[in-house]
């Protein structure tokens, strides 16, 4: 009996297995789609836009516009990133950083994703556009095209200059989101936008003393690879005094109040304090250490952005 059903139960076996991989497969497709994306990049930027809707209107402005705004934001960020990936994809595959990611590792055609950005980008203006406001609609679409363009096309690979300039993109969604709550730009959106904008250099800069070698192999004019490790602490710590700055001149036009200016200044002494002891001590420890710090610093003191206007209501 048993030999009788055993071609039985190795067909049964093999169609599971069959299913197993092809699940798989499909699996493996769907994350290297969403790797284009860049994801981690993408949760930061949707949170500062949340944030800035938060600060607009004291609170949040309704369930479909939030959504909409939000899903919208993934979708802009999301082809912005995936064009970007297209477009540098000879880079990438000399770059240890980078040379894992679907396009080098052959995991998604260049058509493919060069099809998927552009599809990404023509939803999110749909997106905006029929359930937000054209302002927001325009300001996404305009970060894309700044994204991909200025920086990513022109001054990635030739200037010093890429991350200071191309950082206005990064610093979009807090327009965006206030757009989307009010309808309208204001001075608050600005210095918010001021904010990103300023802390974008010191942010990458800490980032590119730690992957110097992967610019230079890949002949990207990053700061360090051009003007030296000594040029580039400088810098650094020249970019935290107006950041601070910028984070404080939300309190002195009377659009957060008390906790937020106390909690700012804590955050913005701890990270230039951060950076001069990077100024000093000059190594990889230090660089990974400011990186990483700035990342949590732009997500808490937009955090407290938040709680400000919690407890101002």
């Known amino acids: 009996m048993q030999k009788a059903h055993a071609p039985a139960e190795r067909a049964q076996t093999g169609t599971i297995a069959f299913s197993w991989l092809s699940w798989e497969s499909w699996r493996a497709t769907i994350g290297a789609y969403i790797g284009l994306m860049k994801p981690h990049v993408t949760v930061l930027l949707l949170g500062v836009t949340l944030a800035a809707m938060v600060v607009a209107r004291h609170g949040l402005p309704g369930t479909v516009i939030t959504l909409a705004t939000l899903v919208g934001g993934a979708l802009a960020a999301g082809s912005a990133n995936a ?5 540098d994809r000879d880079i990438d595959r000399l770059m240890s950083r980078t040379r894992t990611r679907a396009l080098p ?4 055609s260049d058509r493919n994703a060069l099809i998927f950005g552009l599809t990404l980008g023509a939803i999110s203006f749909a997106l905006f556009v029929t359930l937000v406001n054209q302002l927001s ?11 991909v363009i200025i920086y990513t096309m022109w001054l990635k690979r030739s200037s010093t200059q890429n991350i200071v300039i191309g950082g206005a993109a990064g610093a979009v969604p807090v327009l965006i989101g206030w757009a989307a709550a009010t309808g309208r730009l204001s001075w608050a959106a600005f210095w918010m936008f001021a904010l990103i904008f300023l802390w974008t250099p010191p942010h990458f800069w800490a980032l590119s003393l730690t992957i110097k070698k992967d610019y230079a192999r890949a002949k990207v004019p990053m700061l360090p690879v051009v003007k030296g490790e000594r040029e580039t602490l400088k810098q650094i710590v020249i970019y935290t005094l107006p950041l601070i700055a910028s984070s404080l001149a939300l309190f002195f036009i009377h659009t957060l109040g008390a906790f937020y200016l106390v909690t700012a200044l804590a955050l913005g002494l701890g990270l230039l304090g951060l950076t001069i002891w990077l100024w000093r001590i000059r190594t990889m420890r230090a660089a990974r250490t ?22 101002a209501r």
């Not at 609609?137 to 095209?145: K, R, T």
């Not at 400011?290 to 938040?306: D, E, K």
């Open 83 to 87: 064009i970007n990936c297209w477009y």
């Open 105 to 108: 590792a052959h995991k998604v």
């Open 290 to 311: 400011v990186f990483w710090f700035s990342n949590y610093y732009l997500a808490l003191i937009f955090a407290c952005m938040v709680l400000d206007r919690v407890f």
């Open 137 to 147: 609609a325009f300001l996404a679409l305009a970060a894309i095209l700044f994204y």
